[in-house]
Antibody, heavy 125, light 108 residues
Framework: QLHLQESGPGLVRPSETLSLTCVVS??????????WGWIRQPPGKGLEWIGSIYYSGTTSYNPSLKSRVTMSVDTSKNQFSLELNSVTAADTAVYYC?????????????????WGQGTLVTVSS | EIVMTQSPATLSVSPGERATLSCRASQSVNSNLAWYQQKPGQAPRLLIY???TRATGIPARFSGSGSGTEFTLTISSLQSEDFAVYYCQQYTQWPPLTFGGGTKVEIK
């Protein structure tokens, strides 16, 4: 059964870079039918899509965060990663990684069918 | 960007009763809509995709309907484990993929 597990620092200083990794088990990041995404949720608020990546390295980012986001994939370790630079307190959130179903022919992304448990990242000095 | 608006923000329902949640899109998303359930301290769980198709393992009491800009999630007979926050998400136009603000279903 597919399992996603986020990891990374729980505390990041303002203006620094937030770095998270999602390890995938019970399945492969190279599966053709999926992108791999990051979604965040500030405390007590709703969900915000950050971006998604295909195993080939093709990415799509939320325009509101695009200038600060970099996603990468390591197929040898079956994991993918998120970097968000120049963080502020507004980036404090639970960060989830998730599997993003796609239409294989067009790479059009669909729903998120599997999620990690999430990891809280606090931005504070 | 397509804006998703959910109503009501909070819905108070007694166990065994029907719950009807609404999701409206700022422009047509055809049937490219998913619903998720999120319990406190947990990740969201996919309930419905393509507006009306239940995800694997989702009980039949959950049903989705609608197309275009108006969508509904119905829980036919609320069980204790159904009290949670529900989100809709569109995937017809991206980036960005966008979620609604959520509806909290609470015990009346």
């Amino acid at each position: 059964q597919l399992h996603l597990q986020e990891s990374g620092p729980g505390l990041v200083r303002p203006s620094e870079t937030l770095s998270l990794t999602c390890v995938v088990s019970g399945g492969s990041v190279t599966s053709s039918g999926y992108y791999w995404g990051w979604i965040r949720q500030p405390p007590g608020k709703g969900l915000e899509w950050i971006g998604s990546i295909y195993y080939s390295g093709t990415t799509s980012y939320n325009p509101s965060l695009k200038s600060r986001v970099t996603m990468s994939v390591d197929t040898s370790k079956n994991q993918f990663s998120l970097e968000l630079n120049s963080v502020t307190a507004a980036d404090t959130a639970v960060y989830y990684c998730a599997r993003n179903v796609i239409v294989v022919v067009s790479h059009r992304t669909l729903e998120f069918d599997r999620w990690g448990q999430g990891t809280l990242v606090t931005v504070s000095s | 960007e397509i804006v998703m608006t959910q109503s009501p923000a909070t819905l108070s329902v007694s166990p065994g009763e029907r719950a009807t949640l609404s999701c409206r899109a700022s422009q047509s998303v055809n049937s490219n809509l998913a619903w998720y359930q999120q319990k406190p301290g947990q990740a969201p769980r996919l309930l419905i995709y393509a507006a009306s198709t239940r995800a694997t393992g989702i009980p039949a009491r959950f049903s989705g309907s609608g197309s275009g800009t108006e969508f509904t999630l119905t829980i036919s007979s609320l069980q204790s484990e159904d009290f949670a926050v529900y989100y809709c998400q569109q995937y017809t136009q991206w980036p960005p993929l966008t979620f609604g603000g959520g509806t909290k279903v609470e015990i009346k």
